[in-house]
C-alpha cells in the first residue's frame, strides 16, 4: 500500500478550523501533482477535544495519529481552559504529548521576509532592507519542558514550585546533526544559542556541538548566549542563518524571528522525528480574539502543508508550486488583515477563506 498517504488532519482550537479548511483547499488542488493517494483523516485535539471527550488528545485521535504517514496540526489553547490544571490543557494535554509520543525532537521554524512586505516588520527599514532569511533549530522533546521533576509545593507560607533543565548527551548530537545537514545546504554557518556561563546545561550543550562541528568541516560554528541574541537579532537580524537552539531558547527565539518578519501569520514549521514522521503546525497560536471571524491569516497553514509536502513526500517541486503561489498572490496585493499597517492602503483586504481562494488560484 505505499502508494497510498495517510494524513491525519487536526485543526484543534480558534483558528485554527478556518486556516485548515485553507490548506485543505490547496491540499485538494495540487493532489494530482503527487504520485500517492491521499486519504485525509480528521480528528479531534486541544480544547475542542477536552469539551467533546474530556481529553485533549483523545484515544481516537492518537491511535489515527499512529496509523498516518504525518499529521497536519491547526492549533489548540485558549482562556477557555486555562482554569485546568496544566497538565490537563491543550498546550500539555496534546501537543505537548504528541510531540513526545512521537519523538519529534526536531522543530525546523524557516522565517523570512517576503519582498512585498518588508513595511511590516517593526524594525527599521535600514536593518530589515539588509534581509532576513533563517532556519530556527529547536531541541523539541527534551530541556525544561520534559525535565523531571517539575511541580509545585503547597505550604503554608513556603510555596514553591520547580522544573528541570535536563540534556542527555545523545540529545544533543541528534539535533546538532540536524542543524549541521541543514547548514551544508544552506549559508554553512550555524548560531548556537545558550546560557553557557550559568546553566551546566549550556556547557554540555556547547561541548557537544563542537565536537559535532569537528565533522563538517565547511560549516561555520558560532556560539552565543541566549540575551545576547535576542538583540543581535534585533540589531543586524541579516547575520543568521541556522540558528540551533535548545527548546525553552527556541520557543523564544522562533517568535522573535516571527515577528521581525512583520506577522507571526505567514510561519509554519515542521516538527521530525528520526524516521521521518512529522507533525507540521503554524509557529502562532490559536488566536482566541480574532477566531471564527474569517480574519485569520492562512498562510502559515499552507506553508505547513508545503513543509508536509517537502520532507514528508519528499516533493520540493510541488512544496515550490505552493511556495510560488504565496509569493504571486502578495505580490498582487492581497492580504489578510495582519499583514496591512498604515503604508499599504492601496492594497485588497481580503478575508481568510478569499485568501484561500487567490492562493489556490495561483497554484500552476
Ligand atoms: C510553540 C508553542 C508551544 C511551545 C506551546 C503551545 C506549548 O508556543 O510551539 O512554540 O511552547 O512549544
Ligand atoms: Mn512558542
Known sequence: ??????????????????????ALKILNKIKKYLNKKIIINTYQVGGTAINTFGNALPEETLHGCEESDAILFGSIGGPEWDYLPLEKRPEQGSLLKLRKHFNLFANLRPAYIYDNLYSLSPLKNIIIRKGFD????????????????????????????????????????????????????????????????????????????????????????????????VMQLMKNPSQFDVILCPNLFGDIISDQCAMITGSIGNLPSASLNNKNFGLYEPAGGSAPNIAGKNIANPIAQILSLSM????SLQNSVVAQKINNAIIQTLAQGYRTKDLVNQNTQLLNIVTTEEMGTLITQNII
Open 1 to 22: 500500500m505505499n502508494n497510498m498517504f495517510k494524513l491525519a488532519v487536526l485543526p484543534g482550537d480558534g483558528i485554527g478550523p478556518e486556516v485548515m479548511r485553507q
Open 134 to 229: 533563517v532556519v530556527c533549530v529547536r531541541e523539541l522533546t527534551g530541556g525544561i519542558y520534559f525535565g523531571e521533576p517539575k511541580g509545585v509545593q503547597y505550604q503554608p507560607n513556603n510555596t514553591y514550585a520547580f522544573d528541570t533543565e535536563i540534556y542527555y548527551e545523545y540529545e544533543i548530537e541528534r539535533i546538532a546533526k540536524i542543524a549541521f545537514n541543514l547548514a551544508v545546504k544552506r549559508k554553512k554557518k550555524i548560531c548556537s544559542i545558550d546560557k553557557a556561563n550559568v546553566l551546566y546545561t549550556s556547557v554540555l550543550w556547547r561541548r557537544v556541538i563542537n565536537k559535532i562541528s569537528q565533522m563538517y568541516d565547511e560549516v561555520t560554528l558560532q556560539h552565543m548566549y541566549i540575551d545576547n541574541a
Open 308 to 311: 508536509l509536502i517537502e520532507y
